[in-house]
């Protein structure tokens, strides 16, 4: 029996779309990542709540591609294909979920006025407390 | 070349209120680890927080079965061979 050409390049067009996806996500990944760094760079002179609201509109962009990246390594994993491209993308974009803006710039004014506490001083702490 | 690693106070309250002793310990192991080997952990710049140079890593967190990834947010000040914590998070797998 002689197959069509359509039925036997079915598992290859499966694996172009599938290239295809990639490449529009690490695109869009790139391209949101160069956004986030050049409002990093300006965003120094800004107050705080400036910086908390533009981080928490770069959060729900990202929570939308990290979605979709996290969906694409899902199907890369289950259809045998190869979602390794998505790596740093979703790795970075998880972490940015995780992220608490206004903590990062509390923190931030901590060290700037001298809040801090050494690793050794957290350790004795730690040691003082009832297990 | 190990460096003097400090946690902003936010940070300090915020795990001493949500982490137990434990995974505590556990953690400044690992920022400890950072502390020891910077070069090793700062790899790339990672943009969200990458105001005044601060960097994002995460790191696998295999010590407390109850909690699988840890996010490290510093700052990374090879002058002053000081690496100043700015925030910690914690995420199930």
């Known amino acids: ?131 | 070349m190990s460096f003097k690693v400090n946690l902003a106070e936010a940070v300090w309250l915020h795990l001493r209120k949500t982490l137990p002793i434990t995974a505590q310990e556990s953690l400044l192991d690992l920022i400890e680890r950072l502390g020891e080997h910077p070069g090793d952990e700062i790899d790339r710049p990672r943009t969200l927080s990458a105001r005044r140079g601060a960097l994002t890593r995460p790191i696998r967190f295999e010590e407390a079965d109850a909690f699988a990834e840890l996010v490290v947010v510093f700052q990374y000040d090879a002058d002053e061979r000081t690496i100043h914590v700015y925030d910690v998070k914690i995420s199930r797998a």
């Open chain 1, 1 to 131: 029996m002689v197959r069509s050409a359509a039925q036997s390049s079915a598992p290859d067009s499966a694996l172009a779309v599938f290239q295809e996806r990639v490449r529009v996500l690490t695109t869009l990944y790139e391209t949101l990542n160069g956004l986030m760094r050049g409002w990093a760079e300006r965003a120094e002179g800004f107050p705080d709540g400036v910086q908390v609201a533009v981080t928490r509109q770069y959060q729900a962009f990202s929570a939308d591609l990290f979605a979709r990246v996290a969906e694409a390594r899902r199907d890369g994993e289950t259809g045998g294909m190869d979602a390794s491209a998505l790596q740093d993308a979703y790795d970075h974009l998880r972490a940015m979920q995780m992220f608490d803006a206004e903590r990062v710039i509390a923190s931030i004014r901590d060290v700037e006025e001298g809040r801090v506490i050494s690793l050794e001083q957290a350790r004795r702490e730690l040691q003082g407390q009832p297990r």
